[in-house]
């Protein structure tokens, strides 16, 4: 059975930044990619960025909004994602999901992703 949990969600202020973590279980970490997505309410699901199975590092970076202000890791040993993200804006607000993708390439699609977390929280006040 995959399972895949994130955490570091929370409330936060306009500004700040944020780390959120997702832990991996029941696949073949090393095999998939890694993405992340956001929704919003009342908004469709989002994609953030991803990484590629063979990166540690960012391989893509998706929303106009938040390309510019995210960095993405995976740590192959631990079979965790990390999402940084700085200079926070209440439009940043959402439940925010790791989701993994077989064939170990990223996409921005997340029809792509047959495996998703149960998302976190993320709110950010002005």
């Known amino acids: 059975e995959v399972q895949m949990e994130e955490s570091g969600g929370g409330l936060f202020q306009a500004g700040e930044s944020l780390r959120l973590s997702c832990s991996v279980a029941?696949?073949?970490?090393?095999?998939?990619?890694m993405g992340w997505f956001r929704q919003a309410p009342g908004k469709e699901r989002e994609a953030i960025s991803c990484i590629d199975y063979r990166s540690s590092r960012t391989t893509a970076a998706y929303a106009a909004s938040v390309k510019d202000r995210v960095a993405t890791s995976r740590d192959s040993a631990q079979w965790t994602v990390s999402l940084q993200m700085r200079s926070l804006r209440p439009e940043d607000t959402g439940i925010y999901y790791c989701a993994a993708a077989r064939g170990g390439y990223c996409s921005e699609s997340p029809t792509e992703y047959p495996f998703w977390g149960q998302g976190t929280q993320v709110t950010v006040s002005s």
């Open positions: 029941g696949l073949r970490f090393r095999e998939y990619a």
